[in-house]
């Protein structure tokens, strides 16, 4: 079974331009962390239709106690904090965060 992460921010008017150049550096850093444990495949998008100023990473992982393990490393990391508490500036305090969602089914 499958679980998908959706991490979805709510961009504060003006940092668009910041945001989608640091956006991708999460998922690289992540990398750069984890090493092995990487689970890879994460995708950054921008809003381009409905509510602008928002952006999602999205991601897959095996079991939420993987993501945990994953998370906690990154937690620990100096260089992730750093990036966070420079990212964190550019989002609205509403924004939803993580979003999961577990596949059910699948017709192909």
């Known amino acids: 079974?499958?679980?998908k992460y959706d991490r979805l921010m709510n961009v504060k008017p003006g940092s668009m331009?910041?945001?989608?150049?640091?956006g991708p550096k999460f998922p690289e850093l992540a990398k750069k962390i984890l090493g092995e444990e990487y689970a890879g495949g994460v995708k950054f998008y921008s809003r381009v239709m409905g509510p602008?100023?928002?952006?999602?990473?999205s991601w897959e992982v095996e079991s939420m106690d993987e993501e945990m393990a994953?998370?906690?490393k990154l937690q620990m990391?100096?260089?992730w904090n750093q990036m966070v508490a420079e990212f964190m500036p550019h989002v609205e305090s509403s924004s939803?965060?993580?979003?999961?969602w577990m596949q059910v089914s699948q017709t192909d």
């Open 1 to 3: 079974m499958t679980i």
């Open 17 to 22: 331009p910041a945001v989608m150049e640091m």
């Open 52 to 57: 602008l100023n928002q952006v999602m990473w």
């Open 70 to 72: 994953r998370n906690a």
């Open 77 to 79: 990391s100096e260089e």
């Open 96 to 100: 939803i965060g993580d979003a999961l």
